[in-house]
């Protein structure tokens, strides 16, 4: 029974000890995703112009990391961005936030105090964001008809620009 605990230990001990040489490798490592780098050389062109953007991405965690990356960099260039991920809806001005609904921050779209929405696949269907006349998908579903989707929320009777821009970005050298 001693002899088992004491295995126990010393392989916890082991597992330990490799996950934090994992932890120093991925930080060490760490390079910075091209498909966000990119998203902050369009915002920076385009984060001025009168019409907020709408930011989409499928996974939560790109959303996220997104987020996390523009206000870093565009932090005194921001007056308000939003997200729209499911039952998790807010906005941020001036940097305090708000919890929000899908009424509201689409008013908020549409008075422009909100420059950025960033959105999950919640935001493709069932809510009309027009205000907003350009659109970057972080990633490109792999039905044409969600990509449809997410292009229809702003492609819509009711869009008072001439042209709605949509960027689409995808990883070097795949599909």
């Known amino acids: 029974k001693n002899n ?21 490798l991925k930080e060490k490592h760490k390079e910075p995703d091209p498909k966000i780098e990119h998203l902050k050389i369009i915002l920076d062109k385009i984060l001025d112009e009168d019409k907020p953007t709408l930011v989409f991405a499928h996974y939560i965690a790109t959303l996220d990391n997104a987020y996390s990356s523009v206000i870093e960099e565009f932090a005194s260039r921001l007056r308000g961005v939003g997200m729209y991920k499911g039952n998790e809806i807010w906005y941020e001005i001036n940097g305090k936030r708000y919890q929000s609904d899908k009424y509201n921050i689409k008013k908020l779209l549409e008075t422009g105090e909100i420059q950025i929405l960033f959105c999950s696949e919640a935001a493709s269907e069932g809510i009309n964001l027009q205000a907003a006349d350009k659109m970057i998908n972080i990633d490109v579903p792999w039905l044409p008809s969600v990509l449809e989707q997410r292009i229809g929320r702003i492609a819509r009777l009711g869009q008072e620009s001439d042209e709605v821009r949509i960027y689409n970005l995808w990883y070097p050298d795949s599909y």
Not at 4 to 12: T, V
């Open 4 to 24: 088992l605990l004491n295995i126990c230990k010393q392989e916890r001990s082991q597992i330990d000890s490799l996950i934090q040489y994992s932890d120093y």
